[in-house]
């Protein structure tokens, strides 16, 4: 078993602070590919609706992220 640190950055211009929720995130060396290993959830409590991305910082062959909405 091995722990990982990730960096989140948020940039946020308005009033109230974006929630982030990151359920428990699993990886497994036997995973086959298209595995889900996590679901991340953003959240803001502003007037307007927001719109979150996530990326990575640095394009991979080994991971990728996907927007479900």
């Given at each position: 078993?091995?722990?990982?640190?990730?960096?989140?950055?948020?940039?946020?211009?308005?009033?109230?602070?974006?929630?982030?929720?990151?359920?428990?995130?699993?990886?497994?060396e036997?995973?086959?590919?298209?595995?889900?290993?996590?679901?991340?959830?953003?959240?803001?409590?502003?007037?307007?609706?927001?719109t979150?991305?996530?990326?990575?910082a640095?394009?991979?062959?080994?991971?990728?992220?996907k927007?479900?909405g």
């Amino acid at each position: 078993m091995s722990f990982v640190k990730v960096n989140v950055n948020v940039l946020d211009i308005n009033d109230n602070p974006p929630e982030l929720i990151a359920h428990d995130i699993f990886l497994c060396e036997n995973d086959v590919k298209n595995t889900v290993i996590g679901i991340l959830e953003a959240f803001d409590k502003d007037d307007r609706p927001a719109t979150f991305t996530f990326s990575l910082a640095i394009p991979s062959s080994n991971f990728s992220i996907k927007d479900y909405g």
